[in-house]
T-cell receptor
Framework: NAGVMQNPRHLVRRRGQEARLRCSPM?????VYWYRQLPEEGLKFMVY????????ESGMPKERFSAEFPKEGPSILRIQQVVRGDSAAYFC?????????????FGPGTRLTVT | GEDVEQSLFLSVREGDSSVINCTYT??????LYWYKQEPGAGLQLLTY?????DMKQDQRLTVLLNKKDKHLSLRIADTQTGDSAIYFC????????????FGSGTRLSIRP
């Protein structure tokens, strides 16, 4: 059973470009979470999605960031008009249900560098 | 708001025990976790404890929870070089079921 997959693993974008980060949850998991890790810091919650629904986006910046989890295909975290401060590692996690708080399985992350 | 704090660095000799400490502020925390992150990798859930427990042991790992002081610790017995990593303390509560709040991580280094 493959784990949570994220791609790309590394992404370099110039200021003003768009970044698209993909997350494929574990097989059978329908709950996806995105976290951001700035250098030398812990992970910060961004958004929680179920298939086709955003459940909790309280950690998402108000502008330029969006997330989706379509009925088919991976979850996408989209950052428009990237700035240097967006450089971070972005981790996706998935769980079987939304109530299994201790069963979020993490992917390897996408390291975004904005030049 | 919720906050989780832990010291940034810990260095121990191979074979000794490592104790990583963490404090949290949310009195409604229901679950407390320890995650391990190796260089360039994602997070691996090491262990978790429910807030109604005082202690949990799992092979070389022992978790102690002092709910009154909101203090959590992770003890790794017989520390090995493969234990070198960043260890994150984290918590979540039923009121914010989707969110896990992480500390900044403790970098554990092992000396021979």
């Amino acid at each position: 059973n493959a784990g949570v997959m994220q791609n790309p693993r590394h992404l370099v974008r110039r200021r003003g470009q768009e970044a698209r980060l993909r997350c494929s949850p574990m097989k059978g998991h329908s709950h996806v979470y995105w976290y951001r890790q700035l250098p030398e810091e812990g992970l910060k919650f961004m958004v929680y999605l179920q298939k086709e629904n955003i459940i909790d986006e309280s950690g998402m910046p108000k502008e330029r960031f969006s997330a989706e989890f379509p009925k088919e295909g991976p979850s996408i975290l989209r950052i428009q008009q990237v700035v240097r401060g967006d450089s971070a590692a972005y981790f996706c996690a998935s769980s079987l249900t939304g109530t299994s708080l201790y069963e979020q399985y993490f992917g390897p992350g996408t390291r975004l560098t904005v030049t | 708001g919720e906050d989780v704090e832990q010291s940034l660095f810990l260095s121990v000799r191979e074979g000794d025990s490592s104790v990583i400490n963490c404090t949290y502020t949310d009195s409604s925390s229901t679950y407390l976790y320890w995650y391990k992150q190796e260089p360039g990798a994602g997070l691996q859930l090491l262990t978790y404890i429910f807030s109604n427990m005082d202690m949990k042991q799992d092979q070389r790992l022992t978790v102690l929870l002092n709910k009154k002081d909101k203090h959590l610790s992770l003890r790794i017995a017989d520390t090995q070089t493969g234990d070198s990593a960043i260890y994150f303390c984290a918590e979540s509560s039923r009121s914010s079921a989707s969110k896990i709040i992480f500390g900044s991580g403790t970098r554990l280094s092992i000396r021979p």
